[in-house]
């Protein structure tokens, strides 16, 4: 198969607050007012966990269909801890991101529990978030 592209454009607006556009969609990126936002929408850490979940749901019904059992919903909750020393600059000693990320997911299905460990192995393994997120991404960041 081709390669697909995916780009946003950003803005920003304020020093804590950005506009991205998506396609069509208009996406706002803010701080928590303790971190100098305005607290008008989710910020960047919480929606890499939100674009996880949604990526982990769209794989999840997609491989639930291949393997044959229906899934009628799937709630998932996300979590992880990051230290923000580094993010403030007030060490480099820890990884600016998160230390680890805890998922759980709670399927509504009839299939037995062999079944749901195959589909969660096929779910976190084909999730281009989740390989994202664990593997390691070459990143350019230029100037322009």
């Known amino acids: ?28 990126v803010d701080e928590p007012e303790a971190l100098g936002g305005t607290d008008q929408a989710a910020n960047p850490v ?8 949604g990526c982990l749901n769209v794989m999840g019904h997609i491989i639930a269909k291949e393997m044959n059992f229906e899934l009628r ?3 998932i909750n996300i979590e992880g801890n990051l230290n923000p020393a580094r993010l403030f600059g ?3 000693v820890e990884r600016a991101g998160y230390k680890e990320i805890v998922i759980e ?14 589909w969660v192995h096929a779910v976190e393994s084909r ?5 994202n997120l664990q593997q390691a991404t070459p990143v350019k960041v230029v100037v322009a």
């Open 1 to 28: 198969m081709a390669d697909l592209r995916f780009s946003i454009n950003a803005h920003s607006e304020t020093p804590a607050r950005t506009m991205v556009k998506a396609r069509n969609f208009q996406i706002i």
């Open 46 to 53: 919480e929606y890499v966990l939100a674009a996880f979940a």
């Open 73 to 75: 919903g799937l709630e």
């Open 90 to 92: 007030k060490s480099d």
């Open 105 to 118: 997911l709670k399927p509504d299905c009839d299939a037995d529990q062999a079944t749901l460990d195959k």
């Open 127 to 131: 999730c281009p978030v989740s390989d």
